[in-house]
T-cell receptor
């Protein structure tokens, strides 16, 4: 399958800190880049998304930065909270409407 | 309204048996997706329906896997001659139109093949 590479695999952050998760892709047919959040025992839920014609999108404490030329994008979680502890997946949608997920980052935020 | 419902939530079966996994999407959602998620991995695309037809089934691993959506609503994922390697959480998602619309996921069916 077409790949979306995600790092790090796991991340530990103190409460109030910034969490940063990075993703990279190769297929230029990808034209929509969502981030999903998953809690144990639950399905993933859409967190925030961006299109490649925008370099940054911010929603509350969550920001996506997008670098089209480098084919990289990242999620920044400002003022991280224990309730943000979850697994985060970057993803990409291609021109056939297939949503491809990254391998996931397990985030733990400690008080 | 109700979210995406998947039944059963857990299924234990013996190697070689046949299983069916059901997905009830959000009412009015035309697109339906099946994914498979192994422990510690991201969801892996299996198949995508737009209405009653399979728009993309390129993720089905082999011919033991088959999915239907006969009336454009409920979908069933069918696995024949199950193997231990089929053990995973099978996730279903629906959306209003395409993958650019938010995908709403169910909580999955955890399949264990013994």
């Amino acid at each position: 399958q077409q790949q979306v590479k995600q790092s790090p695999q796991s991340l530990i952050v103190q409460k109030g800190g910034i969490s940063i998760i990075n993703c990279a892709y190769e297929n230029t047919a990808f034209d929509y880049f969502p981030w999903y959040q998953q809690f144990p025992g639950k399905g993933p839920a859409l967190l925030i998304a961006i299109r490649p014609d925008v370099s940054e999108k911010k929603e509350g404490r969550f920001t996506i930065s997008f670098n089209k030329s480098a084919k990289q994008f990242s999620l920044h979680i400002m003022d991280s909270q224990p309730g943000d502890s979850a697994t985060y997946f970057c993803a990409a949608v291609n021109n056939t409407d297939k949503l491809i997920f990254g391998t996931g980052t397990r985030l733990q935020v400690f008080p | 309204g109700a979210g995406v419902s998947q039944t059963p939530s857990n299924k234990v079966t013996e190697k070689g048996k046949y299983v069916e996994l059901r997905c009830d999407p959000i009412s009015g959602h035309t697109a339906l997706y099946w994914y498979r998620q192994s422990l510690g991995q991201g969801p892996e695309f299996l198949i995508y329906f737009q209405g009653t037809g399979a728009a993309d089934d390129s993720g089905l691993p082999n011919d033991r896997f088959f999915a239907v959506r006969p009336e454009g609503s409920v979908s069933t994922l069918k696995i024949q001659r199950t193997e231990r390697g089929d053990s995973a959480v099978y996730l279903c998602a629906s959306s209003r139109g395409t993958a650019v619309s938010p995908l709403h996921f169910g909580n999955g069916t955890r399949l264990t093949v013994t």
